[in-house]
Nanobody, 119 residues
Framework: QVQLVESGGGLVQAGGSLRLSCEAS????????MGWFRQAPGKEREFVAR????????YYTDSVKGRFTISRDNAKNTVYLQMNSLKPEDTAVYYC????????????WGQGTQVTVSS
């Protein structure tokens, strides 16, 4: 069992930055692929970014490429999402998740953190 706790959300003006953190419980954090997802009001949850176990491989959805950066610190059991040049359309609840394999469904999810970008 893995527990994920997100933090760092808040209200920011368009063009601003936020850094989300997601801390995982347990001693097996480095064995999990980690991902960030988001869900805007009235919309389905969508993939944002993912990172490999070692952090050497990352992947982003097109709408955030060049603005968001996913990273991880396995010594701190934490994955981050640095969000720059934020836009109102980035407003959503952001969730982190983990899975044991490179592909397939994510096994564990956090409770989410709200990000609101004002215009």
């Amino acid at each position: 069992q893995v527990q994920l706790v997100e933090s760092g959300g808040g209200l920011v003006q368009a063009g601003g930055s936020l850094r989300l953190s997601c801390e995982a419980s347990g001693r097996t954090f480095s064995t999990y692929w980690m991902g960030w997802f988001r869900q805007a009001p009235g919309k389905e949850r969508e993939f944002v970014a993912r990172i490999s176990r070692s952090g050497s491989s990352t992947y982003y959805t097109d709408s955030v490429k060049g603005r968001f950066t996913i990273s991880r610190d396995n010594a701190k059991n934490t994955v981050y999402l640095q969000m720059n040049s934020l836009k109102p359309e980035d407003t959503a609840v952001y969730y982190c998740a983990c899975r044991g394999a490179a592909g397939g469904e994510y096994d564990y999810w956090g409770q989410g953190t709200q990000v609101t970008v004002s215009s």
